[in-house]
């Protein structure tokens, strides 16, 4: 049993073990990355037990390590297999990505067990990162802002959003991206939609561009904004920029192990209502990002968990203005014993491109 299915087990005391699915979580104990399917492949951890691995036969890993394997193939009923090693009353913590399709099936071969969230259950288990995933996260931001440095050189006057969408996703590629989640190019009205698909617009002189791109590189993530504007801002413009900046910079010192998740979103939140844009800050302040790019914890109203070192999230606030424009800028951040640090760092300055 290796060191974080010991964590995980430390944690999860009163529980009678842990059925991992293949995705982030099964990747975060073995490494491996199975294609998810109809076809049932699950780790089940339980103290005091070896780590067993139930896999179709024709996906067998190549090495199982300390695995215990137990193969099943079509035509077999691979929830039985699960159920031979379960408690007939116990309870067990499920990967969040867990399909329902087999968790509802390994209801009906085991009526008596209970289900529990491994998030809800395991709230710090994959949300404090160790060092070697916040130097993956902080490779995969580097290769993000890198992104963010070259596309300031290309042409956006004349050209479609989907153009420079197409731009972000070869940069992050070409940066070492091996998957590509999202690039959001939001230009002029359309910036006031935070998850603006790139479409057809034709940016022109005057818009504002809100850019948000990012994705997996090594199996960490990568997520960051900036929001830049073709030709000379208007003082408008530039004025609601200032505050989003100065709320990301505020909430950014905040950072500090203890803190309160809600705290961070409660000060980005402050500054934004003060200047009298409260109402335009339409989302919460950030989210936790590791083997995936959205995950536990958020910063988010009601959320009390405390900060600890080695947890790694975004810090993004936003205004957004319907039919008008909007703005973001999103940084990831890990906490240390000290405060904040970014693991992003691109000019936070409001840059004037063409
Ligand atoms: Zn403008
Ligand atoms: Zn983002
Ligand atoms: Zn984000």
Known sequence: MN????????QAAGLDGLLITPGPDLAYFTGQRPPITERLTL?????????????????L???PG???LIAWEDGDDPYALVADLLDPRGRYAVSDSAWALHLLALQQVAPQTRYTSMTATLPMLRAVKDADEVALLAAAGAAADATYEQILGVRFAGRTERAIADDLARLLREHGHSQVDFTIVASGPNGADPH???????????????????GLKDGYGSDTTRTVHVGEPSAVEREVFDVVRAAQQAAFEAVRPGVACQD?????????????????????????IG??????????????????PGMCFSIEPGIYLPGRFGVRIEDIVTVTSSGGRRLNDTDHELAVIW
């Open 43 to 59: 780790l089940v951890l339980r103290p005091g037990h070896q780590p067993h691995l139930i896999v179709p036969a024709l996906e």
């Open 291 to 308: 083997l995936t790019t959205h995950e536990p914890p958020y910063l988010v109203r009601g959320e009390e968990q405390p900060l600890v």
């Open 196 to 214: 603006h698909e790139a479409g057809d617009r034709v940016i022109g002189e005057g818009d504002m561009v809100v850019l948000d791109f990012g």
């Open 66 to 68: 300390e695995l215990t």
């Open 3 to 10: 060191a974080r299915m010991s964590r995980a087990l430390d």
């Open 264 to 288: 961070i979103d409660r000060v980005a939140r402050r500054i934004i209502e003060d200047a009298g844009y409260g109402e335009f800050f339409i989302h919460r302040t950030g989210h936790g």
């Open 61 to 63: 890993p190549h090495d």
